[in-house]
């Protein structure tokens, strides 16, 4: 037999509000509460009736997730962190993919067949903000990444500007002065690569150098064969860096595929950082330096946007917008030159 709740906030030394907060995902809860009271949770065994409690509130006790490619390490590693978030939630996770595709995005927004998941977490890459109106006000959306819904959603990223400004400034402290930036993508609306191009311009700027735009390769996608056709093209025409800021570890990865190759050596002659703190990076060879965001904190605060929404739909609060943090792991890929 369930314990019930009055056991759980008297083994967590929390009021009966508190782990009712944490059960349903709902309210304002301070994380080292929370996870008293997750463990009292499990200790004890408790497990919340989701049926009766979906049926009194008329939710399904489904969300959505829409990402652009689950083939995508990055992706793939926020999906899995997000289902156990949601799972803590008792939430069940519906997932789909657009490969970045605006119909496809525009279909998964608007849903098919009315209303059967209770909130969407949704990271766009060809949407523009205007076609986020109409879905975000019919149930609750959380946005992933770079793109913005002012006043119509809640959003969760990392500071992509600060981030690229943090990785190439590392690369011209390392005597780098050629660096090249791989990743534009000016057929999309996403943002990503317009506010890491931002952050590449910044810090090349700061430190008295041009940016140059023989040395900024955009890119179709994000995989590793563009990183590797990018790189090509630096070397086929005589643009040659001595240094790369990829914007995403895995065109950082192709990049790093092509120098060797060629006979470069990397560090030495090149050094390469990349984004995502994918756990490739980490067994590239040499190990790739990276940006890496906080990727578990992005599910977190993502479900807590989501939940806040779900259980208190009357809530006067605006949109948020959470900036979630990073670091730059220097590995050897990067090491100074000489």
Request: charged letters at 25%.
């Amino acid at each position: 037999m369930s314990s019930r709740l009055k056991d759980v906030a008297a083994r967590a030394g929390v009021s009966i509000r508190t782990v009712s907060n944490v059960v349903s995902g709902t309210g304002s809860v301070a994380e080292e509460t929370r996870a008293r009271v997750q463990a009292a949770l499990d200790e004890l065994g408790y497990r919340p009736n989701l049926a009766a409690r979906n049926l009194r509130g008329g939710r399904t006790g489904l969300i959505g997730l829409v990402i652009p490619e689950l083939h995508s390490p990055y992706f793939g590693e926020l999906a899995g962190l997000i289902v156990q978030a949601a799972q803590q939630r008792s939430w069940t996770v519906v997932i789909d993919q657009t490969f970045g595709d605006g119909e496809a995005e525009r279909r998964l927004l608007e849903g098919t067949g009315g209303r059967v998941v209770d909130g969407l977490i949704i990271s766009p890459w060809s949407l523009r903000p205007e076609e986020l109106t109409a879905r975000a006000r019919d149930v609750p959306v959380v946005l992933l990444g770079e793109q913005r819904a002012p006043g119509l959603a809640d959003r969760v990223a990392v500071d992509s500007v600060l981030a690229a400004d943090e990785a190439t400034t590392h690369l011209l402290e390392t005597g780098r002065r050629r660096i090249a930036a791989i990743g534009l993508q000016p057929h999309l609306h996403n943002e990503t690569a317009r506010q890491r191009l931002e952050g590449y311009h910044r810090a090349l700027r700061r430190a008295g150098l041009s940016p140059d735009e023989t040395l900024q390769r955009p890119v179709r996608a994000l995989h590793r064969e563009d990183g590797a056709r990018a790189m090509t093209e630096l070397l086929d025409f005589g643009a040659r860096p001595d240094a790369v800021f990829a914007f995403s570890d895995e065109l950082a990865l192709g990049a790093l595929h092509v120098a060797h190759r060629r006979g470069l050596r990397v560090p030495d002659d090149l050094a390469v950082v990349g984004f995502d703190g994918i756990e490739d990076a980490r067994y590239a060879c040499p190990p790739l330096t990276t940006v890496v965001p906080d990727k578990k904190q992005i599910a977190e605060r993502a479900l807590q946007c989501l939940a806040d929404r779900v259980y208190s739909p009357a809530a006067s609060v605006p949109p948020l917008d959470v900036v979630v943090p990073h670091r730059l792991e220097i590995r050897d890929s990067s090491r100074p030159a000489g």
